[in-house]
């Protein structure tokens, strides 16, 4: 059984910093691409940033490059997205997800993750 918790949301300040992770359990996880999406209120579920295997690839939305970093410990199962210089627009629910695909590589699209986390809450305030 594959779980994804999240954790390290919370409320920020604009231009503040929060750190998310996501601990993968189930599988394994050095062969496992992993996501970041978020959903803000009355929103769709949008892609935030992706990581391959190795750590290798990285991809951003265009809100979120230069601002946004994924990070990945495979020794720890664990994936990481420090956030910097917060914006109002940054809150939403904020959802890792695993990506089983056989190639080393990331995706930017809801439909290539198999599996979800339950999400963690971010408040920016202004």
């Known amino acids: 059984q594959v779980q994804l918790v999240e954790s390290g949301g919370g409320l920020a300040q604009a231009g503040g910093s929060l750190r998310l992770s996501c601990v993968a359990s189930?599988?394994?996880?050095?062969?496992?691409?992993m996501g970041w999406f978020r959903q803000g209120p009355g929103k769709e579920r949008e892609f935030v940033a992706a990581i391959s295997w190795s750590g290798g690839r990285t991809y951003y939305s265009d809100a979120v490059e230069d601002r946004f970093t994924i990070s990945r410990d495979n020794t720890k199962n664990t994936v990481y997205l420090q956030m910097n210089s917060l914006k109002p627009e940054d809150s939403a629910v904020y959802y890792c997800?695993?990506?089983?695909?056989?190639?080393?590589?990331?995706?930017?699209?809801?439909?290539?993750?198999?599996?979800w986390g339950q999400g963690t809450q971010v408040t920016v305030s202004s």
């Open positions: 189930g599988r394994t996880f050095s062969r496992t691409a």
């Open positions: 997800a695993a990506d089983y695909g056989p190639v080393d590589t990331a995706c930017m699209r809801y439909g290539c993750y198999d599996y």
